[in-house]
């Protein structure tokens, strides 16, 4: 099977502007999260989600949303970006079912430069 | 609250000693323990995990073993080798955020030749 899949890999946007990073989960995965890595704060959580419904929220600004699309594809957008949005955005896919023992497998992360 | 805490956060050994990397965990209820393995410019990839019903698993020289009664669980590398040279998560599900898989702080290791 072919594994998680990032789009663009790579980001430069001014403060101010919005952007909109896609997923690919592995084929037959339904649940698809969402992390930020910097580091100084290491893999924080941003959300989940699960046959196209938001399971879980991390702790970040409503700057930050995304959604899932019935293919299991999912995207993140992040509005109004600010030079403390710089990171490595990394997704991670799992399961077929909701279940809390789901190893999730990670993409290779989009990195996002504001300048 | 619901955090994992990971130490120490560098980690220095010598080519073919062991390495030990330790985490806490807040949540009783968490049953799952995956540990994952980040190469400079790469993905984390799972290396080995462990679920609650379970005390310890080894996979070749990597181990991982789980006291559910003190709420930590620990990662062994034995015979390490420059390859193993990395940086380390460690995470637990958090049932109380809906099974939501919380991370460590991470730990870099530097295997020296």
Known sequence: KAGVTQTPRYLIKTRGQQVTLSCSPISGHRSVSWYQQTPGQGLQFLFEYFSETQRNKGNFPGRFSGRQFSNSRSEMNVSTLELGDSALYLCASSGTVITSTDTQYFGPGTRLTVL | GENVEQHPSTLSVQEGD???????????????????????????QLI????SN?????????????????????????????????????????????????????TRVLVKP
Not at chain 2, 23 to 40: G, H, M
Not at chain 2, 48 to 51: E, F, K, N, P, V
Not at chain 2, 60 to 83: D, G, Y
């Open chain 2, 18 to 44: 062991s390495a030990v990397i330790k985490c806490t965990y807040s949540d009783s209820a968490s049953n799952y323990f995956p540990w994952y393995k980040q190469e400079l410019g790469k993905r984390p």
């Open chain 2, 48 to 51: 080995i995990d462990i679920r």
């Open chain 2, 54 to 106: 379970v005390g310890e698993k080894k996979d070749q020289r990597i181990a991982v073993t789980l006291n559910k009664t003190a709420k930590h669980f620990s990662l062994h590398i034995t015979e390490t080798q420059p390859e193993d040279s990395a940086v380390y998560f460690c995470a637990a599900t958090i049932k109380a955020a809906g099974n939501k898989l919380t991370f460590g702080g991470g």
